[in-house]
């Protein structure tokens, strides 16, 4: 009787920790959205930008700026790692970090679970 | 503690050069382990301040992806310096004609791997090779080759003179760029006619004055002495004169400095 209880209160957690992780990943998608609807479509880059150089860091918004050059310093990382450096949320920085990368500044590749960011640079080892 | 400095100026002929080459020769003289790079592409000079006519490796190999830092930071066994111990390297811009040309023509793509390149320096420089101190002598204005050494740098330093259009200039380059990537910035204002602050209270009361009109972090006003142009760049100024008046200045800026 208490194995089946067990088994019982081990599949629920499961399900609970399926459920939280597919709320992450709407929240992350919502707060994508969330951004973009504050630009206006017109503010958009008509093509897409081939590098993050200086000058482009200093014509992004303060809020991206901050989050593009915290990956300029640590070549690749993941939301987590960023937001330890900007002392901001976790959500936030995933909301900038795709963005940028929507923004074409900014390359994404999944791991198992885990999100990577980095900036693209030819000939370089990421 | 370990810091990157970028000196950095609006208009050109401020007193840079002046500025970095002796900053870097006082820190070494304390016993710092001090590297100091030529971020001047289009008008390299610390070759010729230094003696140095030719090297296997320039900065600008580096910045090419061509050798590693280790390649290019030399030891400097000039005269003059040698009073700074074994603590003083270089790293040195291609004055050839031919190399700025090539620096002037570099595209977006080249300047974003050139900043990744400069900003790996905190970790090879301050960390492995154990550097106290990296100090980047820059072009004035905004060029790719200097927001690139300010993006990388801790502290940026700018030489101002009195004129309005370079202070006017100084003030958009703290709003519009240090403030945007959030650096420590002090200005000097240099140059200044030796009768305004020929005492210590005149120099205090023109560096407030300074900062209050301006509304700028100024960390000192410095005079201008017939004496640094007599020597016409031809030696670092604080180890041929180390008891001019000038060179307490400067050692006095170079304390305020550390404390930014």
């Known amino acids: 009787m208490k194995s089946r209880e067990k088994t019982l209160r081990r599949s629920e957690m499961q399900l609970l920790e399926k459920i939280k992780e597919s709320l992450d990943k709407l929240n992350e998608k919502m707060e994508i959205i969330i951004e973009l609807q504050k630009q206006e479509p017109r503010n958009l880059p008509e093509q897409l930008p081939d590098a993050l150089d200086v000058m482009t860091l200093l014509s992004l918004p303060d809020h991206l700026r901050k989050t593009a050059i915290t990956i300029c310093k640590l070549g ?3 939301a987590d790692e960023v937001a330890e450096q900007t002392k901001r949320a976790r959500a936030v920085e995933s909301a900038y970090l795709n963005q940028l990368v929507l923004m074409g500044y900014l390359k ?3 791991v198992g679970r885990k999100a990577y960011f980095y900036v693209e640079r030819e000939g370089e080892k990421q | 503690m370990k810091k990157i400095i970028a000196v950095h100026s609006y208009k050109g002929g401020t007193g840079k050069t002046l500025m970095s080459t002796n900053l870097a020769a006082i820190y070494a003289m304390n016993k710092y382990k001090v590297a100091l790079f030529d971020m001047d592409f289009r008008a390299p000079s610390l070759h010729a301040i230094f003696k140095v006519n030719s090297t296997k490796y320039w900065l600008n190999d580096y ?3 061509i050798c590693n830092i280790k390649n290019v930071i030399v030891k400097c066994s000039n005269k003059s310096a040698n009073k700074s111990g074994d603590n003083l390297y270089l790293a040195l811009a291609n004055p050839s004609t031919e190399a700025i040309r090539e620096m002037a023509a570099k595209d977006r793509k080249w300047e974003m791997k050139a900043l990744g ?3 790996s320096l ?3 420089l301050l960390n492995d090779l154990d550097f106290d101190y990296l100090i980047m002598d820059t072009s004035p204005g905004l060029q790719y080759s200097s927001i690139n050494a300010i993006v990388s740098a801790d502290t940026v330093v700018v ?4 004129d309005i259009s370079d202070i006017q200039g100084t003030q958009r380059m703290i709003r519009e760029l ?3 990537f959030e650096k420590k910035t002090g200005i000097i204002v240099n140059k200044v006619p030796i009768e305004m602050i020929s005492t210590l209270e005149e120099r205090e009361k023109l560096r407030k004055k300074y900062e209050e009109i301006s509304n700028l972090p100024v960390i000192d006003v410095a005079p201008c002495f017939c004496d640094v142009l007599r020597l016409g760049g031809n030696t670092i100024f604080s180890l041929e004169k180390p008891e001019h008046p000038f060179t307490k200045i400067l050692q006095e800026i170079a304390t305020k400095i550390q404390k930014l």
Request: proline fraction near 0%; charged fraction near 30%; charge should be positive.
């Open chain 1, 76 to 78: 690749r990382a993941t």
């Open chain 1, 108 to 110: 994404k590749e999944r």
């Open chain 2, 63 to 65: 910045l090419n992806g």
């Open chain 2, 117 to 119: 390149r400069l900003l």
């Open chain 2, 122 to 124: 905190r970790n090879t």
């Open chain 2, 159 to 162: 030489v101002t003179t009195m």
């Open chain 2, 178 to 180: 240090y403030d945007l």
